[in-house]
């Protein structure tokens, strides 16, 4: 995953390339989203095998969370650990991928 986020790719044109159905979530072009910024998903819908576009902010909470809440910031999973974490390792097993963007970066500290 990555620390910041950017989508400018209206609704209409990702409920194309995806072919959602159900209600279509309205939402501004992004360029620098964090974390905690509510950002269209796509995911199969909770009835029937259609896809739903819906907004969710990102994140992992572990399987093992007890309170439903992480205790530690799960936004940044690296590759090498995938398969060994146990943050990580189930979800990604079951097939769990990053969302659609039009990219995605890292920034560093200046200095």
């Not at 609704?11 to 509510?38: D, K, M, Q, S, V």
């Amino acid at each position: 995953m990555c620390g910041r986020y950017s989508i400018t790719l209206p609704p209409e044109a990702i409920r194309e390339i995806f072919r959602t159905h159900g209600e279509l979530p309205n939402w501004p072009a992004w360029y620098n989203a964090a974390p905690t910024t509510a950002l269209p998903i796509v995911r199969q819908a909770k009835e029937g095998h259609d896809r739903e576009l819906v907004l969710m902010t990102w994140g992992l909470i572990p399987w093992f969370s007890r309170d439903g809440k992480p205790s530690y910031s799960t936004i940044n999973a690296r590759a090498e650990g995938l398969r060994t974490v146990a943050s990580y390792k189930e979800p990604f097993a079951e097939g769990r991928r990053s969302g659609r963007e039009n990219y995605h970066y890292v920034g560093r500290a200046a200095g």
